[in-house]
């Protein structure tokens, strides 16, 4: 029986995962796809936007949300229990996609396909680091983050999934220069196993062709993926925190995202996203902050018995002022 294979898609917060996932989904070419998403934070927004690409191919079923914590530190009681369920299915999906949290550790997840209930049924096509251009050219890996500082928490995040990648999608070309590009290029390089290769590309457009179909097998080579955390042998994320901000509508979106920047800068804010309700709109208004860049579009119009509510996930290194973070945006 040939193996069922699955992508894991990694990549540190903002670096365009979803983007990447939707631009897969939406050229699936007949594929049937299923996907595991895990987010940090306590709102499901990953899940809605796949959702709300309103693929046909792209049913409730064939998105599992995995939101108790980073999918690492999760993979016994979450993590296998959804993949078994999605392949006992009686039309298992021909390729699964895992989205991994932002601040998750790939290893643990490649080391689950060894459980024997899973071996012998699916296989780990290849794991794709999605890296922001921009970010790691500017010595950062999300803008905003500490500049890059071996043994600082983030540093550890963003090797621990470079070194596991068969592919590293180099994402957000579109605002950097060749010079640019060529200092992100170096910065990763050196981090990369022998074997992996690295593709550029905007707004996570890359073709399936080259993200599906890399047979790495990655769950036989693990010892070619070395990750910060072998030594201890386990992992926390003690070092960030998220959560959520409930606001009422917003009758003037502009004004409310002119705002957003300063509240990022002042307080080292990692992530915002989420969705807004402006009134006398059909549609709900996606939010999604990287650092100082803020991405805002309507995605799909608010469902006949869904209640029309603004609500925003922050993430940042632990101790962010919650409090003053939260009046900064309702303010
Ligand atoms: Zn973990």
Redesign the pocket.
């Known amino acids: 029986m040939r193996k069922i294979p699955a992508t894991i898609v990694t990549g540190f917060l903002g670096a365009g995962k979803t983007s990447l996932l939707r631009h897969l989904v939406t050229h699936a070419e007949g594929r049937r796809i299923a996907l595991v998403i895990n987010e940090f934070g306590e709102l499901g927004i990953d899940r809605e936007l796949l959702l709300g690409c309103g693929l046909t191919n792209c049913t409730d079923d064939d998105v599992v949300e995995l939101a108790n ?5 999760t993979v016994a009681e979450d993590f296998l229990p959804a993949l078994e369920k999605l392949i006992d299915r009686p039309d298992p999906p021909d390729h699964i996609l895992i989205e991994t949290s932002g ?3 790939p290893k ?1 997840l490649v080391q689950a396909f060894n459980w024997p209930e899973i071996k012998a049924r699916v296989t780990v096509d290849g794991v794709i680091a999605v890296i922001d251009a921009m970010a790691v050219a500017e010595g950062r890996f999300a803008a905003n983050t500490p500049a890059l500082i071996h043994d600082n928490p983030f540093d550890e995040v963003f090797g621990d999934q470079l070194s596991c990648a068969d592919l590293v999608v180099l994402n957000k070309t579109d605002l950097a220069d060749r010079a640019t590009l060529d200092i992100a290029e170096r910065e990763i390089g050196s981090r990369l196993r022998a074997q992996a290769r690295h593709v550029n590309a905007s707004f996570g457009k890359v073709s399936p062709q080259i993200l599906l179909g890399l047979s790495a097998a990655a769950e036989d080579d693990l010892a070619t993926r070395p990750s910060f955390h072998d030594a201890a042998g386990e ?3 003690d070092d960030f925190d998220s959560f959520v901000v409930a606001l009422g509508s917003i009758a003037d979106p502009g004004a409310f995202v002119a705002k957003l920047p300063t509240v990022i800068a002042m307080h080292d804010v990692l992530r915002v996203k989420g969705f807004l309700d402006v009134p006398g709109k059909d549609f709900r208004l996606v939010i999604q902050a990287v650092g100082p860049r803020i991405e805002q579009y309507f995605d799909r119009p608010w469902g006949a018995g869904e209640r029309r509510q603004s609500r925003l996930v922050v993430i940042g290194a632990k101790g962010i002022d919650r409090d003053a973070i939260t009046a900064a945006i309702r303010a």
């Open positions: 914590g980073c999918i690492c530190c601040l998750a550790l643990p992992h926390d994320h």
